[in-house]
């Protein structure tokens, strides 16, 4: 089992950026890579970004490519603990509950609970 926690959530001005961190704890060296989420009332869970973590390789969905970046935890060689996503140029349209995922291959096994971000415009 992976248990998952994200933080960072918050209120925000359009604009503005945000850093979620999500914390790893359990079996996370059985894990192949973990993503972020957000899921808009009314809409459709949506995937963000998501990290392998043999090489580091990084991928982006195109409404966030260029303003949201996925990290690992450098301090430490070979973690899998944490996973962040820095949030810049915010809009009201990134209002939203963000997940992060952790993945043990091919689909996403483990969940965390979300956090609130929101953007003012």
């Known amino acids: 089992q992976v248990q998952l926690a994200e933080s960072g959530g918050g209120l925000v001005q359009a604009g503005g950026s945000l850093r979620l961190s999500c914390a790893a704890s359990?079996?996370?060296?059985?894990?192949?890579?973990m993503g972020w989420f957000r899921q808009a009332p009314g809409k459709e869970r949506e995937w963000l970004a998501v990290?392998?973590?043999?090489?580091?390789?990084?991928?982006?969905?195109?409404s966030v490519k260029g303003r949201f970046i996925i990290s690992k935890d450098n301090a430490k060689d070979n973690a899998k603990n944490a996973v962040y996503l820095q949030m810049n140029s915010l809009k009201p349209e990134d209002t939203a509950v963000y997940y992060c995922?952790?993945?043990?291959?091919?689909?996403?096994?483990?969940w965390g609970q979300g956090t609130q971000v929101t953007v003012s415009s």
């Open positions: 995922a952790a993945s043990l291959y091919d689909k996403f096994d483990y």
């Open positions: 359990g079996r996370t060296f059985s894990t192949y890579g």
């Open positions: 990290m392998i973590w043999d090489d580091g390789t990084t991928y982006y969905a195109d």
